[in-house]
């Protein structure tokens, strides 16, 4: 009998995930499919009993559902609600799990570009959803400190007195500075502004963005023309995605096949969207 996974998420007519996890089953010959589910914020509690009702065997969860959809769960683990945050739902035996696997990807994003955090300090620039994940995984790999800036001061606040960070002022961004900078705002996403100036850039030896369309935003493009070590959000939602994919099966998926499609895929949607490099008009 087929298993059957997917995403849910609002919109998610764009989510890569389907693209990753079932070239994943097809390589491993494993019977499984997984499709994206646009669910309205109203819905979400009739999808989570569609999920128990159908069987189906896990879900990822998506912009806007990932905090709401902890109260509909069995079971929420530590690290989840540490984080405040559901990105995975395992069902086991009509049980409802769910944790987060965004802040392993984060970490593996920083392992595969050769990265020591130990020690650095870290400017993350956003305090929405993607935000809280990128802060857990610095915070618990032995930075020296996290700062954070968010155009919503307040919002900022939040996020570090949650995770006993400071937090700044978006005006204060000119005087920013540290090691390593990560984009956790949606600037930059099918667009090609930077959430800070070239100059900001310079200050730092690591910029990473959350952003993944296009995969060169254009804050790496900055990074890069100051030869910077650049991350781009693909990574991140690789490496979410492999320890996902971990948790349904017991099995490693296919790591660089996995890649390679969620590149390709990127590519055509870059395309699509006007975003192409050589679209480029400034
Ligand atoms: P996500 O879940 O992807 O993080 P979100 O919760 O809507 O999405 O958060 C988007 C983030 O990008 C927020 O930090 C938002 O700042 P506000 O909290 O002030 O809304 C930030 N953001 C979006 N557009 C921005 C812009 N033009 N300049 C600066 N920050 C922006």
Do not use: C
Request: aromatic share 10%; charged share 25%.
């Amino acid at each position: 009998m087929y298993k059957v996974y997917g995403i849910v998420g609002y919109p998610v007519s764009h989510s890569l995930s389907p693209v990753m996890h079932n070239l994943a089953f097809r390589e491993l010959g494993i019977k499984a499919v997984y499709g994206a589910f646009p669910v309205k914020p109203e819905n979400l509690s009739l999808a989570i009993a569609g999920v128990r009702a159908l069987g189906i065997s896990g879900l990822s969860v998506t912009i806007p559902h990932k905090v709401e959809v902890m109260k509909y769960l069995d079971e929420v683990d530590y690290v989840a609600k540490e984080i405040g945050a559901v990105n995975t739902i395992i069902n086991y035996d009509g049980k409802l799990f769910g944790t987060n696997t965004d802040w392993i990807g984060v970490i593996k994003s920083f392992e595969e570009a050769g990265i020591d955090l130990t020690g650095k300090r870290v400017v993350v620039l956003g305090a929405g959803g993607a935000s809280l994940a990128i802060v857990y995984a610095m915070v618990k790999s032995g930075v020296k400190e996290v700062v954070i800036y968010n155009r919503t001061y307040e919002k900022a606040r939040e996020v570090a007195s949650r995770f006993g960070i400071l937090a700044y002022k978006w005006e204060d961004l000119s005087t920013a500075y540290g090691d390593i900078l990560i984009n956790a705002t949606s600037v930059g996403l099918k667009s090609f502004d930077s959430p800070v100036s070239k100059e900001i850039v310079s200050r730092f030896s690591v910029v990473m963005d959350s952003v993944y369309l296009p995969v060169e935003t254009k804050l790496l493009s900055l990074a890069r023309e100051e030869n910077k070590i650049i991350i781009d959000g693909l990574k991140m939602l690789l490496y979410q995605g492999v320890e996902q994919f971990r948790l349904w099966t017991g099995i490693n998926p296919p790591l660089d096949k996995m890649r390679d499609a969620l590149y390709q895929e990127v590519l055509k949607m870059e395309a699509e969207f006007g975003l192409r490099k050589t679209d480029k008009t400034s």
